[in-house]
């Protein structure tokens, strides 16, 4: 069996294994890592109650005691 050969098939089952711990990775971090919540954070001025509404509503009203408010900016 010609040296070429055997180097060629040893590059290919490499190349072969690290492609599929790749693909088993990257598989992996989409079932288990949490996703990004684009909801956003409330504190009601009133009560106290933090709570968490719909991204892009300018005011959300509080479940606790019904008084608007706006949102929290970090």
Known sequence: MPTELIIL???VALLSGLGG???YSEQRHKR???TSNRDSLFRCQ???YVY???HGVDLSRCP???KSN???VF
């Open 9 to 11: 098939g040893y590059v």
């Open 21 to 23: 711990l790749y693909l």
């Open 32 to 34: 288990f890592d949490p």
């Open 46 to 48: 009133k009560c106290g």
């Open 52 to 54: 968490t509404d719909d």
């Open 64 to 66: 606790q005691c019904g």
């Open 70 to 72: 706006a949102p929290i």
